[in-house]
């Protein structure tokens, strides 16, 4: 049985859901298995999903009503055979020896295992962001003392914490299936998703691999505005993601 599944939940992405799903399966780690989650798309992303699915047969295409992106991982997850879960987003993409630094870490059942992130502006200014705690193993004493208070916010470096990104996080299926039934409930909400998880999931976890390497080519698109930012909403939303957090 695979390892790995990798999760793409996907929303009107037409521009960038082909390089997105060819980094995946691209991969030098190829015994994967890839989930695409249309949450309502209304361009052309489904039918291209549907012409790469027709190449490629480790790629599943689930379609559902528009419900956010919770619920698309939801979804991702529940659909999910292997006993590890990562994600891409559908605009975003990874460089190709991407999961094979994780392989040791799951064939020794840690629990999370995280990477670090690249800004990507362009072929030739990609950011990268390092670590701001050491890379190696911890367990369940060293993650509640060395990442428990940096994990908003590093106060020693005056930096952000420990990145929450879901797309930098192997995690274990079934622990991340208890925190989306048990933690996440049926919150909506259109901004801090990935910290919705990921702060819940630190609690479940009994170890965690940190590697210093870095595969995530997080897209900035520095003409667009995010369309959750622009909500008349968007405050509000944000008060909501914290009273959930607290």
Same mark, same amino acid.
């Given at each position: 049985?695979r390892l790995l599944t990798v999760v793409?939940?996907?929303?009107?992405?037409?521009?960038?859901?082909?390089?997105?799903?060819?980094?995946?399966?691209?991969?030098?780690?190829?015994?994967?298995?890839?989930?695409?989650?249309?949450?309502?798309?209304?361009?052309?992303?489904?039918?291209?999903?549907?012409?790469?699915?027709?190449?490629?047969?480790?790629?599943?295409?689930?379609?559902?009503?528009?419900?956010?992106?919770?619920?698309?991982?939801?979804?991702?997850?529940?659909?999910?055979?292997?006993?590890?879960?990562?994600?891409?987003?559908?605009?975003?993409?990874?460089?190709?020896? %991407?999961? &094979? #630094?994780?392989?040791?870490?799951?064939? *020794? +059942?840690?629990?999370? /295992?995280?990477?670090?992130?690249?800004?990507?502006?362009?072929?030739?200014?990609?950011?990268?962001?390092?670590?701001?705690?050491?890379?190696?193993?911890?367990?369940?004493?060293?993650?509640?003392?060395?990442?428990?208070?940096?994990?908003?916010?590093?106060?020693?470096?005056?930096?952000?914490?420990?990145?929450?990104?879901?797309?930098?996080?192997?995690?274990?299926?079934?622990?991340?299936?208890?925190?989306?039934?048990?933690?996440?409930?049926?919150?909506?909400?259109?901004?801090?998703?990935?910290? %919705?998880? &990921? #702060?819940?999931?630190?609690?479940?976890? *009994? +170890?965690?691999?940190? /590697?210093?390497?870095?595969?995530?080519?997080?897209?900035?698109?520095?003409?667009?505005?995010?369309?959750?930012?622009?909500?008349?909403?968007?405050?509000?939303?944000?008060?909501?993601?914290?009273?959930?957090?607290?």
């Open positions: 049985m793409i939940p996907l929303y009107n992405q037409e521009k960038y859901i082909q390089q997105c799903i060819d980094s995946i399966a691209n991969q030098s780690y190829f015994d994967i298995d890839i989930i695409i989650v249309d949450d309502g798309s209304t361009d052309n992303s489904n039918e291209i999903c549907h012409t790469l699915m027709k190449t490629d047969n480790r790629i599943r295409l689930i379609r559902k009503e528009n419900g956010g992106v919770i619920s698309a991982i939801r979804e991702g997850v529940k659909k999910c055979n292997t006993k590890y879960v990562t994600f891409v987003d559908a605009d975003d993409f990874i460089l190709k020896d %991407a999961y &094979i #630094y994780a392989l040791d870490a799951m064939q *020794k +059942d840690i629990d999370m /295992i995280t990477f670090e992130i690249a800004r990507y502006y362009s072929e030739e200014k990609v950011k990268r962001e390092p670590h701001i705690i050491d890379t190696g193993y911890y367990d369940r004493n060293a993650i509640e003392t060395t990442a428990f208070p940096k994990m908003i916010w590093d106060f020693s470096k005056n930096t952000p914490g420990i990145d929450c990104s879901l797309c930098t996080k192997i995690m274990k299926t079934n622990q991340l299936r208890e925190v989306l039934k048990q933690e996440v409930k049926n919150i909506k909400i259109y901004y801090g998703d990935d910290a %919705a998880i &990921i #702060y819940p999931m630190f609690l479940h976890i *009994k +170890d965690m691999q940190v /590697i210093g390497e870095c595969y995530y080519m997080h897209r900035q698109r520095n003409s667009e505005i995010a369309p959750y930012i622009k909500r008349d909403l968007f405050f509000g939303e944000v008060y909501e993601l914290y009273r959930y957090l607290v």
